[in-house]
């Protein structure tokens, strides 16, 4: 489970807990954990674990686990549970055009409204990405590239296309394992730089054409992979 601490009510307070609130949070741990891979594909979740794990009642973990079946995250079959949604081969291949269009959108309107920490953040994401690629860290260089583009995505202003992009992030993640796995890492950070360096120019066009660029070349890395294997990868049981 994610290291991420959960601010646990004060017994104390005379005003009860917004459960709202505490749902949010609960979904925000949950999708932490998967996002990093503590949670994986086709793992089981349990209600009254993660209720004790964080000190709250199952009401809330409920209800947070709705919401993540909505966003895709988790899915739900009676006598089996919830579990971490497995993605099929066709899945992946067919998120690659989908991520291509949102992302190509965000890098567009973030080419003229994206500020001068958010850029250096974005310098931050690459030079961890490189560091990561010398040291063979699949994971990490995983983590820099989902921050690197939440950054664009979150610079565009749309909270709109910010909830489609979160909608996909667990398929983005397991893309992103499947085609970092299949390929050497060594050139991801490079790979990163014509979209920094559109954004620093303020262009909009040659934003979201890097965007593009960027997103659909492991796209068709990851067909070419796929269509020399079986057809559905193994879930856990």
């Known amino acids: ?55 709250v009642s199952q009401t809330p973990v409920r209800e947070a686990l709705r919401d993540l079946e909505l966003l895709g995250f988790v899915t739900s079959e009676p006598f ?40 250096l953040a974005l310098e931050e994401q690459i030079d961890r990405m490189r560091e990561a690629s010398e040291l063979g860290d699949e994971g990490t260089a995983i983590e820099a590239d989902i921050a690197f583009h939440r950054i664009i995505v979150e610079a565009s202003g749309n909270r709109l296309l910010e909830q489609f992009w979160t909608s996909l992030s667990l398929a983005t993640t397991t893309f992103l394992t499947f085609s970092i796995h299949r ?37 068709r890395w990851v067909y070419e992979a796929l269509s020399r294997e079986d057809p559905e990868p193994q879930q856990s049981s």
Do not use: N
């Open 183 to 219: 390929r050497a890492i060594e050139g991801l950070a490079a790979r990163h730089e014509p979209i920094l360096e559109a954004l620093r120019a303020r262009d909009p066009d040659r934003a979201e054409a890097a965007m593009r660029r960027h997103i659909e070349e492991p796209g």
């Open 80 to 119: 089996r549970g919830t579990r971490v949604r497995a993605f099929t081969h066709e899945e992946l291949v067919q998120i690659y055009p989908i991520r291509a269009a949102i992302e190509g959108v965000a890098a567009r309107a973030a080419a003229t409204r994206i500020t001068t920490e958010q850029l």
């Open 1 to 55: 489970m994610s290291q991420r601490q959960i601010t646990r009510p004060d017994r104390s307070l005379p005003r009860p807990i917004v459960r709202r609130v505490l749902r949010e949070e609960i979904k925000e741990y949950l999708i932490d954990a998967i996002l990093r891979g503590q949670l994986r594909p086709g793992d089981r979740i349990i209600e009254t674990r993660i209720a004790q794990d964080l000190g």
